[in-house]
DNA sequence: CGCTCGTTTGAGAGGACTCAAGGTAGGTGG
DNA sequence: CCACCTACCTTGAGTCCTCTCAAACGAGCG
């Protein structure tokens, strides 16, 4: 199976990126902080998301081996609007502004990838904007699940791998909410839960 | 005065770019239809936004001279979320997609900045995940506001140039619920209102 | 003057949130 | 193997607060 690499990791060490361990739980950066670095996911989980004072969260995406996250502040040199926090144990490659910069222009392949990505993550943003809009909570819950597959073509329900805390924290909602929607969802059979597990 | 251009009109013009003319309410493209083109604006403004079947919306942006928007669904061949709506009589410029990526192949420097301007959206559309989450409006009000003035550091209060709907459309919020809040503030001193209008 | 558009105010209802408590499953350790 | 712990799921009752609906006011303009 081929990985997909933002940037390629030996081009990333060669221009002076260095790996870094995040321990469960650990922040990569906080909001309102400003950015030094880019990084990319080596191992494990990070979480990028908005938080509230209430303890509320959104989350805007969970990036795994491969992708990387947080460059727009670091591009803009403007403080960043959200946390990154590792989901799980984690391996960073972090990389100085300068010489990211370095590399889209040595490397414009590089570039271009990096251009994709955040077409990609705009469409998705976009995706989420659509979500926040709708007043109703089932009407959130039925766009967030339909992004979830929008690649897959299948007849079947699909096993949705959040808890409902998760889907509580993509959709903006309160897990009892969420808990009490999906049921009602579930007796309209617009969604299956067989043992507690969501299908979609 | 230097108009910024997203990329320069006579490159558009020579790589086959054609300009047409929107009438005042005019889509320029709807959700869920497909993407053929990028549009630049020459003359008046583009609102592209969401909407719900309550015929509520969310204002994702106000587009006007010199920028381009609706690329990202281009780029990706994905349907579009959102629609675009001509606020005035407008004057946009349409390129092919593959023309598209012609420019952005011969002049390094265009593509550069689609880059900035990429990050520069992504970064708007983070701040405005920001205020989705925020569960109380007057929250939701002060994000809006303050995201406003990003760029201008002034001890004065400006006026805001939206209208009491507008920020509704912005905040996901009711005309209503805008004015009470913004009453509210007003007399907590958090904003001025000055014969009906804001001041921030 | 009469139209349109934006602003304002009030009354009432609905529904998501809050808070509190209990249930369930999987993992760990004695 | 059982007791315990933790994380997640579930349920109920009550409150709050935004939304809904209706109506009226003010400004600008032909």
């Given at each position: 199976m081929v990985v997909w690499m933002q940037i390629d990791?030996?081009?990333?060490?060669?221009?002076?990126?260095?790996?870094?361990?995040f321990e469960k739980g650990e922040?990569?950066?906080?909001?309102?902080?400003?950015?030094?670095?880019?990084?990319?996911?080596?191992?494990?989980?990070v979480k990028v998301y908005y938080s509230n004072s209430?303890?509320?969260e959104l989350t805007q995406g969970i990036f795994s081996r491969g992708q990387s996250f947080g460059e727009p502040p670091l591009i803009l040199n403007k403080p960043y609007p959200n946390f990154a926090q590792a989901l799980t144990q984690c391996v960073l490659i972090k990389l100085g502004k300068d010489n990211l910069f370095k590399i889209l222009k040595d490397f414009p392949e590089m570039s271009h990838r990096l251009f994709l990505t955040f077409a990609e993550r705009m469409y998705d943003m976009a995706t989420f904007s659509a979500i926040m809009i709708k007043?109703?909570?089932?009407?959130?819950?039925e766009l967030f699940l339909r992004s979830l597959r929008k690649e897959i073509y299948s007849e079947k329900r699909l096993l949705v791998p959040f808890t409902r805390q998760q889907i509580a924290n993509?959709?903006?909602l309160r897990v009892e909410t969420v808990i009490r929607e999906l049921k009602k969802m579930s007796k309209e059979n617009k969604v299956s839960i067989i043992n507690k597990k969501l299908y979609y």
């Open positions: 990791y030996n081009i990333l060490i060669a221009y002076g990126g260095i790996a870094k361990k922040y990569v950066f906080v909001e309102d902080s400003m950015p030094h670095f880019y990084y990319q996911v080596i191992e494990g989980q209430d303890g509320r007043p109703r909570p089932q009407e959130k819950l993509f959709t903006g």
